[in-house]
């Protein structure tokens, strides 16, 4: 089994900046893409950004130059560093992860439970 744990959500004010993160841990071999996705208040889930294993990035287009991704592959986490939030990124942050277990030897998709983000006008 593998599990998705994330933490760092809260509220903040427009401006503001928070870090999420996000452990992989269990029976994993490879970790390969790693992602948040955020699914805003009545609509769907979307992409908001991704990074592979060897560090390639892309982001969506309302995040870019405001939000950074980025591993420590080490320990299988990813980070989401996300500066100068507007009202319009509230919503449930979601990491996913492209794991390659151990026993049994299957590549599967992964999500984690989801951290909420509240950014107030």
């Known amino acids: 089994q593998v599990q998705l744990v994330e933490s760092g959500g809260g509220s903040v004010q427009a401006g503001g900046s928070l870090r999420l993160s996000c452990v992989a841990s269990?029976?994993?071999?490879?970790?390969?893409?790693m992602a948040w996705y955020r699914q805003p208040p009545g609509k769907e889930r979307d992409l908001v950004a991704t990074?592979?294993?060897?560090?390639?990035?892309r982001y969506a287009d309302s995040v870019k130059d405001r939000f950074t991704i980025s591993r420590d592959n080490k320990n299988d986490t990813v980070y989401l560093d996300m500066n100068n939030l507007q009202p319009e990124d509230t919503g449930i942050y979601f990491c996913?992860?492209?794991?390659?277990?151990?026993?049994?030897?299957?590549?599967?998709?992964?999500w984690g439970q989801g951290t909420q983000v509240t950014v107030a006008s």
């Open positions: 996913h992860a492209r794991v390659s277990a151990l026993a049994p030897k299957v590549t599967d998709d992964y």
């Open positions: 990074i592979g294993k060897f560090h390639n990035t």
């Open positions: 269990g029976d994993i071999f490879i970790v390969y893409d």
